[in-house]
T-cell receptor, first 117, second 113 residues
Framework: NAGVMQNPRHLVRRRGQEARLRCSPMKGHSHVYWYRQLPEEGLKFMVYLQKENIIDESGMPKERFSAEFPKEGPSILRIQQVVRGDSAAYFC???????????????FGPGTRLTVT | GIQVEQSPPDLILQEGANSTLRCNFSDSVNNLQWFHQNPWGQLINLFYIPSGTKQNGRLSATTVATERYSLLYISSSQTTDSGVYFCAVERGADQTGANNLFFGTGTRLTVIP
């Protein structure tokens, strides 16, 4: 059973370009979460999605950031017009259908390290 | 949001020593997880432990939900235990921000041979 997959693992973008980060949840998982980790800090929640629905985007910056989890295919975190402050590690996590109890346990992917030059 | 504090922030151990890492949280929680972030940045699930005690090899964890803290015990530490240990909590289903994890700032552990 493959774990959470993220690609690319490393991404370099120049200021003003777009960054697209992809996440495939674990098999059988229908909940996807995105987190951002700045250097030397803990992870901060960005957005929680189920298939075709954004459930909670309270941690997403208001501008330039968007996320989707289509019916088919991976979840995508998109950052438009990147700036140097967007440089960070972006982690995706997934959990099984349902909520509460052990169904809440989240499993993390290896992350995408974004560097904006 | 909920506050999650971890202590100590940094810890240096001689190989073979034991240690206890602490996580305090400011509100009732539905879920608590411990993670190890290895030097390559990968997050590894250690425990899902909203309450009670669990053991896995040299590691064990205890959460006392009523007193809002959790402890991670590492026994007979090895150099491969080095990295950052994060505690993360999920708020109750009826609370704002339920379903997402709030992370502490971590304990950076260095085990020297």
């Amino acid at each position: 059973n493959a774990g959470v997959m993220q690609n690319p693992r490393h991404l370099v973008r120049r200021r003003g370009q777009e960054a697209r980060l992809r996440c495939s949840p674990m098999k059988g998982h229908s909940h996807v979460y995105w987190y951002r980790q700045l250097p030397e800090e803990g992870l901060k929640f960005m957005v929680y999605l189920q298939k075709e629905n954004i459930i909670d985007e309270s941690g997403m910056p208001k501008e330039r950031f968007s996320a989707e989890f289509p019916k088919e295919g991976p979840s995508i975190l998109r950052i438009q017009q990147v700036v140097r402050g967007d440089s960070a590690a972006y982690f995706c996590a997934s959990s099984p259908p349902g909520t509460g109890g052990p169904l809440s346990e989240q499993y993390f992917g290896p992350g995408t390290r974004l560097t904006v030059t | 949001g909920i506050q999650v504090e971890q202590s100590p922030p940094d810890l240096i151990l001689q190989e073979g020593a034991n240690s206890t890492l602490r996580c305090n949280f400011s509100d009732s929680v539905n879920n608590l997880q411990w993670f190890h972030q290895n030097p390559w940045g990968q997050l590894i699930n250690l425990f899902y432990i909203p309450s009670g005690t669990k053991q896995n090899g040299r590691l064990s964890a205890t959460t006392v939900a009523t007193e809002r803290y959790s402890l991670l015990y590492i026994s007979s530490s090895q150099t491969t235990d080095s990295g950052v240990y994060f505690c993360a909590v999920e708020r109750g289903a009826d609370q704002t921000g339920a379903n997402n994890l709030f992370f502490g700032t971590g304990t950076r552990l260095t085990v020297i041979p």
